[in-house]
């Protein structure tokens, strides 16, 4: 059948214009949506662009294919649980993901931390009952159960505050600064760990703790034998991000969450030759996982908005950043994309009123903290 079609959806996602940078040289790709996006023609030249309505409408069209292989790429939570609601699967379409129980554990933010808290490996959740008879001295993260990113996340320093506390919100240990993360990514099958790298993060948006706009790569011993465990107790198969905090007290390394999909940062993990994804689409197809050298050193940028954002900000602070990072840096945006493709990417998001409420949502929670 030859090559495998790379499924992507939702392109106006950074992760899809980086991965199609990244994967169109190799493989033939799929990018679909319901509706039309805007500057779809030039952005993904190459890509077979489909107008579908959700899941079931996917399964059709690649039924009707059977002399093609396909590979679906985990980047939205809520198609994996479609996908795994499913009662029948083409036989050309191939992925990579746990049990429908696991994969739900591990997305929802209050089931996994309860799942690994007896073990240590993450933090303590506390009930506002809790709190108004003992409120710990460092205070409290508040985030929805089930969120995106930074969006919903708070901390209380005050009991008074938690009359603001939503029904889907939990509410866990503080243990250390959102810009501290170490974020630790597996590729797995059936709880066996096939490839795995972290990276640190160097700056974020909000600068207390959010996205990474900077971030390089590094090796914790302690974080990779953490988040194994945690992969083997889950029996996860495919991709995931665990995000990890330094106990400042026990001096342990606690997985705050787990991210369920493909991360913000997949770039990095392609641009440094860890190729999880490539590794991921070997073991969907059932040959043996590539063999790749990394780069030791790699580090990637939010140029737009974030890193100019922090540049104008604060200019005298933060002017630096506008510069080149080196060789060894990619751009979420940017690299593989050649600068016209480059600055389409930026042109079309700005366009885009989706991003400026993102945007919105995140620089208000910032100048709230």
Not at 122 to 149: C, H, M, Q, S
Request: include cysteine; glycine fraction near 8%.
């Amino acid at each position: 059948m030859g090559l495998p079609t790379i499924i992507l959806q939702a392109g106006t996602d950074r992760r899809v214009f980086d991965l199609y940078n990244q994967l169109s040289g190799h493989y033939p790709t799929i990018i679909w949506s319901s509706t039309a996006m805007l500057g779809e023609v030039f952005l993904y030249p190459k890509a077979i662009r489909l107008r579908l309505n959700g899941m079931k409408e996917l399964l059709t069209y690649i039924e009707r294919r059977k002399d093609q292989n396909f590979v679906w790429l985990p980047l939205i939570e809520e198609e994996a649980v479609l996908l795994l609601e499913q009662e029948n699967i083409p036989s050309n379409f191939f992925f990579q993901l746990p049990d429908h129980k696991d994969y739900n554990t591990a997305r929802d933010k209050r089931s996994f931390t309860q799942r690994f808290m007896q073990d240590r490996l993450t933090p303590r959740l506390y009930t506002p009952n809790e709190l108004l008879v003992d409120f710990p001295n460092d205070g409290v993260v508040v985030k929805p159960a089930i969120g995106k990113g930074a969006i919903g996340r708070r901390f209380i320093h005050d009991p008074s505050d938690l009359i603001n506390i939503q029904p889907g919100d939990l509410i866990q240990e503080r243990i250390g600064e959102g810009k501290e993360v170490i974020g630790a990514f597996f590729l797995c099958k059936n709880g066996e760990v096939f490839a795995h790298y972290q990276h640190r993060r160097i700056r974020t948006f909000p600068e207390e703790g959010g996205v990474s706009c900077c971030a390089e790569t590094t090796m914790i011993e302690e974080v990779k034998v953490a988040g194994s465990s945690i992969m083997k107790a889950l029996n996860w198969s495919g991709l995931a991000m665990i995000e990890f905090l330094k106990h400042p007290q026990e001096n342990i390394y606690l997985a705050i969450e787990c991210n369920a999909r493909l991360w913000g940062t997949v770039l990095l993990s392609e641009f440094s030759r860890h190729h999880l994804v490539l590794k991921y689409i070997d073991l969907c197809m059932q040959i043996p996982v590539r063999e790749t050298s990394p780069m030791p050193n790699a580090s990637i940028r939010w140029y737009f908005p974030y890193e100019i954002w922090y540049a104008l900000r604060s200019p005298f602070r933060h002017l630096g950043l506008l510069f080149w990072g080196g060789k060894n840096a990619c751009y979420i945006g940017g690299t593989g994309a050649g600068w016209m493709r480059s600055f389409g990417f930026v042109f079309f998001s700005v366009l885009n009123p989706e991003k400026w409420q993102i945007l919105y949502k995140k620089i208000t929670t910032s100048i709230g903290r």
